[in-house]
């Protein structure tokens, strides 16, 4: 709107009311809330799921019981971790290092994913990156691996503090749609891959985000739980439990919630902690435990659509 139609709309006018274009409207460009539970069969069989997560607890937390769905559907898994967790565990950097290696290899494990990556960049420093590298080592592994969907940070979450997340994100999204490019990175196709977008992605977040797809992760409860126990070095679960327990016993105090046992600790400390979240998502739409996302799926293609209605024989 120009300064002069602006003005003669008068103070009466709502302020950012439009004469000409697209009117102002809510952003639902991806659709509308979908509740997605669990389905019978492999419908998703001979597709393939990339977890993307810039450290190995991102994928337990926010997106667990997801993957494992999308996986129990038939895609293959792949996992990819993005830096190397150097700020993030016990001991000095190497010895966190080493302790997160352990834990991403364990947690691949659990998931059962058929092969994970590591790229291997500094935590906390990616946005000194070059985007462009990173954009092309995602667009090499969608290509290779023809990934179908991915599971990641929401590019567009609010307030995230953490730029190993939004940079990762922000790569991811730009990779996905640049991997389809014919001109893009060309060599790939001397080396024989070809053009390969990746059409469907949920992207979860810490903070806010606009969210249109809830997942009912309740059948997959118990495996989120064996994934986060995993997270040993870092992050609110692993042995947390046990580690409470034995603080308590040290003051002669006892939770019952935490059993008798370590591992019963453990378990119980995620359940009841790590995913409270999940609870209350799930409390919202009458489900027990699930995950929220913001989720943008393959459109529809209205040439082809009209091809295959309306094409008749020559
Ligand atoms: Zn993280």
């Not at 009466?12 to 019978?40: N, W």
């Not at 919202?284 to 309306?310: C, D, M, S, T, W």
Request: aromatic share 10%; charged share 25%.
């Amino acid at each position: 709107m120009n300064r002069r139609s602006f003005l003669a709309l008068g103070a009466s006018a709502p302020a950012f009311a439009q004469t000409t274009g697209r009117p102002v409207e809510p952003f639902d460009d991806h659709g509308p809330l979908v509740i997605e539970r669990k389905r019978e069969g492999k419908p998703r069989a001979g597709q393939v799921v990339a977890a993307i997560q810039p450290h190995s607890d991102d994928i337990p937390i926010f997106a667990a019981g997801t993957f494992f769905k999308l996986m129990d559907e038939g895609a293959t898994g792949y996992l990819i971790r993005v830096t190397n967790d150097d700020m993030a565990g016990p001991g000095w950097y190497a010895e966190t290092v080493s302790a997160n290696e352990r834990d991403e290899k364990a947690v691949a494990q659990v998931f059962g994913v058929k092969k994970a990556f590591d790229l291997n960049y500094n935590n906390h420093t990616m946005d000194t990156i070059a985007r462009s590298e990173l954009k092309a080592r995602f667009i090499f592994l969608f290509r290779l691996l023809k990934v179908n969907t991915v599971v990641c940070y929401d590019p567009w979450g609010h307030y995230e503090e953490n730029p190993d997340h939004y940079i990762t994100a922000a790569c991811v999204e730009a990779a996905c749609w640049m991997a389809g490019g014919s001109k893009d990175y060309p060599e790939h196709f001397e080396a024989g891959l070809k053009p390969h977008g990746v059409r469907e992605k949920y992207y979860f977040a810490r903070f806010q985000q606009r969210v249109n797809r809830v997942v009912d992760t309740t059948p997959w409860l118990e495996k989120k739980i064996d994934v986060n126990v995993e997270n040993k070095a870092q992050g609110p679960a692993g042995e947390n439990g046990a580690q409470l327990k034995a603080r308590l016993e040290k003051e002669g105090k006892r939770l019952p919630l935490l059993g008798n046992d370590n591992n019963t600790a453990n378990r119980n400390y995620i359940r009841e902690f790590v995913l409270a979240q999940d609870r209350e998502t799930g409390k919202k739409y009458g489900l027990e435990y699930a995950e929220q996302f913001h989720y943008i799926g393959p459109e529809a293609n209205p040439v082809q659509e009209y091809i295959r209605k309306n094409a008749v024989s020559r």
